[in-house]
């Protein structure tokens, strides 16, 4: 789980985090202390603003809209990899807080940011800073302005009352109406705050997709380039563009699981495999076919991605593995009975010799039958050789060298036991005992 830092008063505390959620311009992360202690760290588009301990979330506020609306994603996923560039993030004060927002932003962003604390921060001077901003914009004259300013602020609190009657004012009609007309208004790029709120909620429709890929390239904003990519990766065009900015911006392992999950939902697999393959992503090709058996039409990186996975990986899976070679191999038995082999070899070490043999028991395979005889003969004490012999093949060298220490106590002075300790050590990579049974084998042979 990823983890970092928070200060507060000069004092610093290590936390966990749970999830990210975006919604809107805001990036919201959830963490946790040793104490259980939940944290919301709150960003601007990519920028960190502050933190907030928190025991309550208000009801209409914009945290409790955020979580039941957002797009969340769990702790540890490449995205917020991506986001928490740095390992210690400070915890400021309202007041603190309300002074570089003034400093950094614009009127407009920064009540937009300061709205998004509405939990933490007394409601009603969000609201006067509302008012006051919009009536020194009417009073001058600037009534657009002054509309875009309660436009905006409606997106992060709809519920305030004075946004609400002001919208209905017969001052403003001839704006409300203009920003109906989501497409001029998109064309002009004239209040890119309240289009990013309102496309966001219409999911991004594919019409501005690559307008909002423009803008967020000509304001360098590489976060939310790579994360609306991500979650429009349909077509061609984005899978290049989102290469791009994930080597730009992953590591390989965050890489191989970013394209994992795009895998799970792009509509020509293909294309996202071939990329996984570059990037050595063979455990998500495998959970990818595991789940769609129908998509393994490339045999020989099948058998790649089950000899690249981890035994231990295999073993979790094994129904789902073994039911994907029958299927992909019904019709070529001799190609199934060595792949099984292989696989098989990787199994054993984790699963009894009943679970493989109870998934495989509508096959009738040279490998199927080893199976049977190693289970008929394993409490056979006049068996253990021939047992040692298919352990042996199989390369599960400590069973093998139990059965024919077993077969040596009984038989002292038959050199084939001996011969095959000699070769199970040696197949481990113990070159001592294995020179022990090689010297035994020739003080036998004089």
């Known amino acids: 789980m990823t983890t970092i830092q928070l200060m507060h008063n000069k004092k610093t505390m290590r936390v966990k985090v749970a999830k990210m959620t975006v919604y809107k311009q805001a990036k919201i992360i959830e963490a946790t202390s040793k104490k259980n202690q939940t944290y919301y760290l709150f960003f601007y588009k990519d920028r960190y603003i502050n933190a907030k301990k928190t025991t309550s979330i208000k009801l209409q506020s914009f945290l409790k809209t955020a979580l039941q609306s957002g797009i969340s994603f769990a702790g540890n996923h490449p995205l917020i990899h991506v986001l928490l560039q740095e390992d210690t993030y400070r915890l400021t004060a309202n007041n603190q807080m309300v002074q570089k927002l003034s400093n950094k932003y614009s009127e407009l962003e920064t009540l937009y940011i300061l709205a998004m604390f509405d939990n933490y921060v007394n409601n009603k001077k969000i609201t006067a800073l509302c008012k006051n ?181 295999l073993a979790t899976n094994y129904r789902a593995v073994l039911h994907a070679l029958i299927y992909v191999y019904k019709n070529d038995t001799a190609q199934l009975e060595r792949t099984l082999h292989q696989t098989i070899k990787k199994l054993l070490p984790h699963l009894s010799l009943k679970e493989i043999i109870t998934e495989l028991k509508n096959t009738e395979l040279p490998i199927m039958q080893k199976l049977q005889k190693m289970d008929q003969f394993s409490d056979n004490p006049d068996k253990q050789f021939a047992l040692g012999e298919i352990y042996f093949d199989l390369e599960q060298y400590d069973q093998a060298i139990a059965c024919f220490e077993w077969e040596m106590e009984l038989s002292p002075n038959d050199p084939a036991p001996i011969q095959y300790l000699y070769k199970s050590y040696l197949a481990k990579g113990d070159q001592t005992q294995a020179n022990n049974y090689k010297q035994l084998m020739t003080n036998i042979s004089s």
């Open 133 to 313: 901003t919009f009536y020194n914009y009417r009073r001058n004259g600037q009534l657009k302005k002054a509309f875009r300013i309660i436009a905006n602020y409606a997106q992060v609190r709809p519920h305030d009352p004075f946004v609400k009657e002001m919208l209905q004012h017969f001052d403003f009609q001839k704006y409300k109406e203009q920003y109906r007309n989501l497409d001029q208004l998109t064309k002009e790029w004239s209040d890119p705050l309240y289009l990013e709120s309102v496309y966001f909620e219409q999911h991004f429709p594919e019409s501005v997709i690559n307008t909002f890929i423009e803008q967020y390239d000509k304001e360098k904003r590489k976060f939310d380039l790579l994360l609306l990519t991500f979650i429009k990766c349909t077509s061609k065009n984005m899978v290049i563009k989102l290469e791009q900015l994930i080597t730009e911006q992953l590591d390989k392992e965050d890489q191989i699981a970013l394209w994992g999950e795009v895998l799970t939902q792009y509509p020509k697999p293909q294309e996202i495999i071939d990329i996984l393959v570059k990037v050595e992503g063979y455990s998500e090709i495998l959970h990818y076919y595991l789940h769609h058996t129908e998509a393994i039409n490339d045999r020989a990186l099948f058998e790649k991605v089950l000899t690249m996975a981890s035994s231990k990986r």
